[in-house]
T-cell receptor, first 117, second 114 residues
Framework: DSGVTQTPKHLITATGQRVTLRCSPR?????VYWYQQSLDQGLQFLIQ???????AKGNILERFSAQQFPDLHSELNLSSLELGDSALYFC????????????????FGPGTRLLVL | DQQVKQNSPSLSVQEGRISILNCDYT??????FLWYKKYPAEGPTFLIS?????DKNEDGRFTVFLNKSAKHLSLHIVPSQPGDSAVYFC?????????????FGQGTRLTINP
C-alpha cells in the first residue's frame, strides 16, 4: 500500500458525459501528479501540482482539467468524454516538487479504470 | 513522438537466472532515469534510479546500467525470483526547474518461470 488513495476504482460512463476522479496523496506529500495509461501504452504524464499550484503540464486535453485543494487532495475532471478516453488514470504523490540532488520518488495510487461506452 | 521506448513487450526467464530489461531514449537532455515495477491491479512502485552523470547504480539484486552514447539503459535482476514477475516501466526525467514530469516507456512484462 503506497498510501495514495484514488476513488472510484472503476467508472463506467457514456460518451459526452463528465466525470471527476479523486486522489488523496500520502500524508505529508505536497505534490500530486496525474497520469493516463491507455491500452498497451506507457503512462502519459498529464499534470503536476505542488501545494495547490500547477507546476508542469503534459499533453493534457483541453477537455480535461485538474486542481489541488487546500487539504492537498486533487481532482481530475474529464468532460465531453470520448471512447478514446477509456484508460487507467493514476495519481502519484511526492514530498517535494522535484528532486534536489536526485529524482523525487513518486508514489502511485492503485488507479481508476474508466470505461467510456 | 515516443521519447522512451521499451522494444520488448515481454520477457520470460528461468528462476535463478539473470533478467535483463532494456530501454532506449532519444532526448539527450534527460537528467535522471528510473525503473518502476507494476503488479496487476496496483500502481507502479519505484525500484531504482540513476543520474545521467553515472553509468551504473546497484541496489541489492537490481542494477541499472546507463550508456549515454547509445542512449540506452538496462535493468539487471540477479538472481531472478518468482516475485519479480511483473510489468517493468523505464522512465526518464527532463530537467525542468521546480517540477518533475516523467516520460515513461510502454513497459515490459517479465515472467519468471520456476
Amino acid at each position: 500500500d503506497s498510501g495514495v488513495t484514488q476513488t472510484p476504482k472503476h467508472l463506467i460512463t457514456a460518451t459526452g458525459q463528465r466525470v471527476t476522479l479523486r486522489c488523496s496523496p500520502r500524508s505529508g506529500d505536497l505534490s500530486v501528479y496525474w497520469y493516463q495509461q491507455s491500452l498497451d501504452q506507457g503512462l502519459q504524464f498529464l499534470i503536476q501540482y505542488y501545494n495547490g499550484e500547477e507546476r508542469a503540464k503534459g499533453n493534457i486535453l483541453e477537455r480535461f482539467s485538474a486542481q489541488q485543494f487546500p487539504d492537498l487532495h486533487s481532482e481530475l475532471n474529464l468532460s465531453s468524454l470520448e471512447l478514446g478516453d477509456s484508460a487507467l488514470y493514476f495519481c502519484a504523490s511526492s514530498v517535494a516538487p522535484a528532486g534536489g540532488l536526485g529524482a523525487e520518488t513518486q508514489y502511485f495510487g492503485p488507479g481508476t479504470r474508466l470505461l467510456v461506452l | 513522438d515516443q521519447q522512451v521506448k521499451q522494444n520488448s513487450p515481454s520477457l520470460s526467464v528461468q528462476e535463478g537466472r539473470i533478467s535483463i530489461l532494456n530501454c532506449d531514449y532519444t532526448n539527450s537532455m534527460f537528467d535522471y532515469f528510473l525503473w518502476y515495477k507494476k503488479y496487476p491491479a496496483e500502481g507502479p512502485t519505484f525500484l531504482i534510479s540513476i543520474s545521467s552523470i553515472k553509468d551504473k547504480n546497484e541496489d541489492g539484486r537490481f542494477t541499472v546500467f546507463l550508456n549515454k552514447s547509445a542512449k540506452h539503459l538496462s535493468l539487471h535482476i540477479v538472481p531472478s525470483q518468482p516475485g519479480d514477475s511483473a510489468v517493468y516501466f523505464c522512465a526518464a526525467r527532463p530537467p525542468i526547474q521546480g517540477a518533475q514530469k516523467l516520460v515513461f516507456g510502454q513497459g515490459t512484462r517479465l515472467t519468471i518461470n520456476p
